[in-house]
């Protein structure tokens, strides 16, 4: 039967509203020596559940946390956010990237076979002894502007198991066209485009790439909105400029949006955007570039919709 897999069971998926399809709710990537990512998202549960009221007051219905293991997964918080929010909240599954590889996962002496079977597994009986099943596999990134052996190994494996389970695939791939080398894995190993989200879209602002994953039948997904940094911030009238044009060019169902809030100074409480930047300034900027209310709907209720459900 066809479901949406949140952290608390499966749900019709007419019941799944408004949905952030790119989402932390808890996050550390700041222990990695000599890295850059020293970012940290507090795992503070009033905070974190005043951040939540706000957006489910706004309209939210869903939101996918994809924090990963190597990073902080923690099913049980998950399912504790969900039964205190009413928020829909669906896990992620698979590793993230080469430099946040658990050592635990053993990345690099499995087969790819053996690395899937343990994401079906996941997704058949639940993770560890939470019993909590991913809805998703990802996000499944790469450090650099292309994909890593190691990191290949992980991206077969996650195209075989998205084979097997149905579910679908969003993915790492910033500042550059590495979503392109992504999605070519993925079909390699038998997985449908069209249920392959490419993330951080909006970091690498090409027409011409946008449209070449589109094209494929695959899935963009514009995830960096509402983000403090001033890089960030300019970019975004760039989105706005890329969403139309795919809108008038008739791509609606096959643009998400997102915040993927992971950094404490992205929330409310810090004076940040939270997970409301859509509502409140996005998608008022959309509107007012001529963007209907159908295609809005489309882009942020019908499409994750689409994409998370199963069967």
Same mark, same amino acid.
């Given at each position: 039967?066809?479901?949406?897999?949140?952290?608390?069971?499966?749900?019709?998926?007419?019941?799944?509203?408004?949905?952030?399809?790119?989402?932390?709710?808890?996050?550390?990537?700041?222990?990695?020596?000599?890295?850059?990512?020293?970012?940290?998202?507090?795992?503070?549960?009033?905070?974190?559940?005043?951040?939540?009221?706000?957006?489910?007051?706004?309209?939210?219905?869903?939101?996918?946390?994809?924090?990963?293991?190597?990073?902080?997964?923690?099913?049980?918080?998950?399912?504790?956010?969900?039964?205190?929010?009413?928020?829909?909240?669906?896990?992620?599954?698979?590793?993230?990237?080469?430099?946040?590889?658990?050592?635990?996962?053993?990345?690099?002496?499995?087969?790819?076979?053996?690395?899937?079977?343990? $994401?079906?597994?996941?997704?058949?009986?639940?993770?560890?002894?939470?019993?909590?099943?991913?809805?998703?596999?990802?996000?499944?990134?790469?450090?650099?502007?292309?994909?890593?052996?190691?990191?290949?190994?992980?991206?077969?494996?996650?195209?075989?198991?998205?084979?097997?389970?149905?579910?679908?695939?969003?993915?790492?791939?910033?500042?550059?066209?590495?979503?392109?080398?992504?999605?070519?894995?993925?079909?390699?190993?038998?997985?449908?485009?069209?249920?392959?989200?490419?993330?951080?879209?909006?970091?690498?602002?090409?027409?011409?790439?946008?449209?070449?994953?589109?094209?494929?039948?695959?899935?963009?997904?514009?995830?960096?909105?509402?983000?403090?940094?001033?890089?960030?911030?300019?970019?975004?009238?760039?989105?706005?400029?890329?969403?139309?044009?795919?809108?008038?060019?008739?791509?609606?169902?096959?643009?998400?949006?997102?915040?993927?809030?992971?950094?404490?100074?992205?929330?409310?409480?810090?004076?940040?955007?939270?997970?409301?930047?859509?509502?409140?300034?996005? $998608?008022?900027?959309?509107?007012?570039?001529?963007?209907?209310?159908?295609?809005?709907?489309?882009?942020?209720?019908?499409?994750?919709?689409?994409?998370?459900?199963?069967?």
């Amino acid at each position: 039967m066809a479901h949406v897999q949140t952290v608390l069971g499966p749900i019709e998926p007419s019941a799944l509203g408004f949905t952030l399809p790119h989402e932390h709710t808890q996050i550390a990537l700041w222990h990695i020596e000599g890295r850059w990512d020293y970012w940290q998202l507090t795992r503070d549960e009033p905070v974190i559940l005043a951040e939540l009221a706000r957006y489910r007051d706004a309209g939210g219905s869903g939101l996918v946390d994809l924090t990963l293991p190597g990073v902080g997964r923690a099913p049980a918080w998950l399912r504790g956010l969900a039964e205190a929010s009413g928020i829909h909240i669906v896990m992620g599954g698979g590793w993230y990237r080469t430099a946040y590889y658990p050592p635990e996962a053993l990345i690099d002496r499995r087969s790819v076979d053996d690395l899937a079977d343990e $994401l079906v597994r996941d997704v058949t009986d639940g993770v560890g002894e939470s019993g909590v099943r991913p809805g998703i596999f990802g996000e499944i990134g790469t450090d650099k502007p292309w994909v890593s052996a190691a990191e290949e190994r992980v991206h077969r494996a996650v195209g075989r198991a998205a084979r097997r389970t149905g579910l679908a695939i969003t993915t790492h791939g910033p500042l550059s066209d590495v979503g392109l080398a992504q999605l070519r894995i993925f079909e390699e190993e038998g997985a449908d485009p069209g249920r392959v989200v490419i993330g951080h879209a909006d970091s690498y602002p090409v027409l011409e790439h946008q449209l070449a994953i589109i094209e494929r039948g695959a899935n963009v997904e514009f995830d960096f909105l509402g983000m403090p940094w001033p890089t960030e911030q300019h970019a975004e009238a760039r989105t706005i400029e890329l969403t139309c044009e795919l809108l008038s060019r008739g791509h609606a169902d096959r643009i998400l949006l997102s915040h993927d809030v992971c950094h404490d100074h992205q929330l409310k409480a810090n004076e940040g955007n939270g997970y409301v930047h859509l509502f409140e300034t996005f $998608l008022p900027r959309l509107r007012a570039a001529g963007v209907s209310d159908a295609e809005i709907e489309t882009m942020t209720v019908a499409n994750p919709r689409r994409l998370l459900t199963i069967g």
